[in-house]
């Protein structure tokens, strides 16, 4: 079974360009969330995707990122403008949803990431 | 105060000996913990998840939860020149998941 994937693995962009950030979850998995670890810094939530529903957006810093997961199947992650602090690897993971009711038993499995450069 | 505290190390240990990898979470609200591992430049693996109270072991990894005391703990026996990672300590009391900042293992021939 394939695991998540993520693409592109690095980008490389300018400040104010656009950046689009695509994750494909396990097959099956309802559950899709969004993660960025900045440099030197813990790995942060930013949403949550349950099919095509936003769960929780949170963790999103500002109106800059956008995303989208429409069909309950792959999402992507935009960030137009990009600025200098959007930099660090924006990670992706799916879950399948808890088997018991209780969400914290529910594994939520890591993509490889993506390594956002903006210079 | 973050919400999920590790030493970020790195802990050195030689090979064969017990390392002992420690988290803190300030959230009384968390529920379920987990110890994912991340190579460098690979993506987080889940190692072990513990939700109550006490020890959970897995093969050569135990993992120990004390709600009381707000800590959440790995034990690695005969450790390994591969167990070297990064570990990463998360807490989730609904869905997302919370990390600590991780802990680099240095486990040494």
């Known amino acids: 079974e394939a695991g998540v994937t993520q693409f592109p693995s690095h980008s490389v962009i300018e400040k104010g360009q656009t950046v689009t950030l695509r994750c494909d979850p396990i097959?099956?998995?309802?559950?899709l969330y969004w993660y960025r670890r900045v440099m030197g810094k813990e790995i942060k939530f930013l949403l949550h995707?349950?099919?095509?529903?936003?769960?929780?957006e949170s963790g999103m810093p500002n109106n800059r990122f956008l995303a989208e997961r429409t069909g309950g199947t792959y999402s992507t992650l935009k960030v137009q403008p990009a600025e200098l602090e959007d930099s660090g690897v924006y990670f992706c993971?799916?879950?399948?949803?808890?088997?018991?009711?209780?969400?914290?038993?529910?594994?939520?499995?890591f993509g490889p990431g993506t390594r956002l450069t903006v210079l | 105060q973050k919400e999920v505290e590790q030493n970020s190390g790195p802990l050195s240990v030689p090979e064969g000996a017990i390392a002992s990898l420690n988290c803190t979470y300030s959230?009384?609200?968390?529920?379920?913990f987990f110890w994912y591992r991340q190579y460098s430049g690979k993506s987080p693996e889940l190692i072990m998840s513990?939700?109550?109270?006490g020890d959970k072991e897995d093969g050569r990894f135990t993992a120990q939860l004390n709600k009381a005391s707000q800590y959440v703990s790995l034990l690695i026996r005969d450790s390994q020149p591969s167990d070297s990672a990064t570990y990463l300590c998360?807490?989730?009391?609904?869905?997302?998941?919370?990390f600590g900042t991780g802990t680099r293992l240095l486990v040494s021939p």
């Open positions: 513990i939700y109550s109270n």
């Open positions: 995707f349950v099919k095509e529903s936003k769960q929780d």
């Open positions: 998360a807490a989730t009391g609904f869905q997302k998941l919370v």
């Open positions: 993971a799916s879950s399948q949803g808890p088997t018991s009711g209780a969400w914290g038993t529910d594994t939520q499995y």
């Open positions: 097959s099956g998995h309802d559950n």
């Open positions: 959230d009384r609200g968390s529920q379920s």
